[in-house]
């Protein structure tokens, strides 16, 4: 059976990802790519997924390494070779440094943050844009933080002002830049419009979200623990989910959380 919507999901191996593939195929109608940057990590995912999955729902791996531009490519083709499309692109993988001089720090986790999302979406943007319109508009989705609002940074009532995370921080906030640009750079009249297909111009409409999924279970960090307060992950991706089921679709372009909206 062909599944009626294709999504792609990078470090879905664990967390956030993995809760979010969890929830999809146990519904009808998905088809999950799983992108793992470890191919042994995203095959004991992919193990523990499949008694989770829905009759009418199915899922496949992808080794898919964001730092690396042949990995990139490599998964770009895999996709068109099985699909021929894509429908949501969640971009899902990051993570924190642990180099040990500042420049380090920042290097790797902006490339990883910021970069990685940007050049992954490039790579499958003729693939977004390649289905059908009657399969509704095609959806990317970056996975950003409330520590990259600046405007919280500077609001000292926020409750996480105090914690510093500068690297965190500063790839998150370009990465919400990058979801702007993305928007206005892939429409019909943007800048990168023609990378939106290889063939004849597509008009399938794109929507761009960016999502904060809160403090959560996972292995950013050390803290990201039930003890330390961090919510489990197949809760944080309820209202993801949402989005992706075109359920905020008025909130289109902006910055969301569960409840609502934080400011760039």
């Not at 999809?24 to 997924?49: D, Q």
């Not at 990685?116 to 970056?142: C, H, K, Q, Y």
């Not at 075109?246 to 969301?256: A, P, Y």
Request: hydrophobic share 40%; charged share 20%; glycine share 8%.
């Amino acid at each position: 059976m062909a599944a009626s919507r294709i999504v792609l999901i990078t470090g879905a191996n664990s967390g956030v990802g993995y809760a979010l593939a969890a929830n999809l195929i146990s519904k009808p109608g998905n088809h999950v790519v799983l992108a793992s940057r470890s191919l042994e990590k995203g095959t004991a995912a992919l193990s523990a997924l499949q008694p989770k999955r829905h009759p009418d729902a199915s899922v496949d791996l992808v080794q898919l390494d964001i730092t690396d531009d042949a990995s990139i490519a490599a998964a770009a083709a895999h996709v068109r070779a099985s699909h021929r499309r894509l429908d949501i692109l969640v971009n899902n993988a990051g993570g924190i440094s642990s180099a040990s001089t500042l420049r380090g720090r920042l290097t790797e986790t902006f490339t990883t943050n910021a970069v990685g999302a940007v050049l992954v979406t490039e790579a499958f943007i003729p693939l977004l844009s390649s289905g059908d319109e009657s399969a509704g508009p095609a959806r990317i989705v970056n996975i950003s933080s409330g520590f990259g609002s600046i405007s919280r940074r500077l609001d000292t009532s926020a409750r996480l002002q105090t914690t510093s995370a500068l690297e965190y921080r500063v790839s998150k906030a370009a990465l919400n830049m990058a979801s702007a640009c993305m928007a206005v750079d892939y429409s019909p009249e943007g800048e990168k419009a023609a990378l939106r297909s290889d063939g004849p111009r597509h008009e399938r409409e794109l929507k761009v979200f960016t999502y904060c999924p809160g403090f959560t279970q996972s292995n950013l960090s050390s803290a990201n623990t039930a003890d330390g307060g961090g919510k489990p992950a197949d809760q944080a991706v309820l209202p993801l989910v949402e989005i992706l089921d075109g359920e905020r679709d008025g909130e289109v372009n902006r910055f969301l959380w569960a409840e609502g909206q934080y400011g760039w």
